[in-house]
């Protein structure tokens, strides 16, 4: 039933392949925040994503629960695993948004919330990459947790200056409730890169 072996880096894979499409979502998200028009084509698109995302995570607990010694602790391979699944899923659920509330051309704080969160799911795929070594890749992956603990201060400042600018110059409320929806989610999936980040120093603390 079980899988005796000290070291498994298939874990460490299907992390990397997680991470990936969490960044493929962003890249859809910015070709639909850059051309509206492409809003109903990218959201099948997304959901095949979600779902090929939750393929992933499902083989991860498989061989969770199929594993008797694991490379890192159970707890961190499963918080790991459902955060990248997570990180999707919030990238579709707002697609699913800008789809129903019909937006339109994206607001310019939103386009740029989507820029940092490229920037970010890129830094967590290279982080992923590099855990199955952690004491050799200690520092350089901390390093990309600094940098998207950076990032995501500065997707708040974006955030907090749209919104603003949203409550100053929008005279259209329901414009205003559309975007303000929009802009929260899309800081929220910035923040979820951060949480993602912060397991990930957790596991490199414990381990490098």
Known sequence: MFKFKHKDSEFFDLFVESAQYFYKGAL?????????S????????VVELEHEADRINDQIIDKLNMTFITPIDREDIYALANGLDD?????????????????????SGA????????ECTQEIIKSFK????????????????????????????VFRHEVAFLFDKEKDPIELI??????????????????????????VMKYA
């Open 38 to 45: 492409k809003a109903a084509d990218k959201i099948k698109e």
């Open 111 to 118: 386009i740029k919330l989507t820029k940092i969160l490229i």
């Open 87 to 107: 990180g999707v899923d919030y990238l579709q659920g707002t697609l699913q948004r800008i789809v129903m509330y019909r937006t339109g051309t994206a607001k």
């Open 130 to 157: 590099m855990l199955k070594d952690i004491r050799k890749n200690q520092e350089a992956i901390l390093e990309c947790t600094h940098k998207i603990g950076h990032l995501e201060s500065e997707g708040d400042r």
């Open 178 to 203: 559309k975007w303000k929806d929009i802009l929260e989610k899309l800081e929220d999936t910035v923040d979820h890169c951060e949480k993602l980040s912060d397991m990930l120093r957790g596991v």
């Open 28 to 36: 859809l998200m910015d070709e639909v925040m850059l051309d509206y």
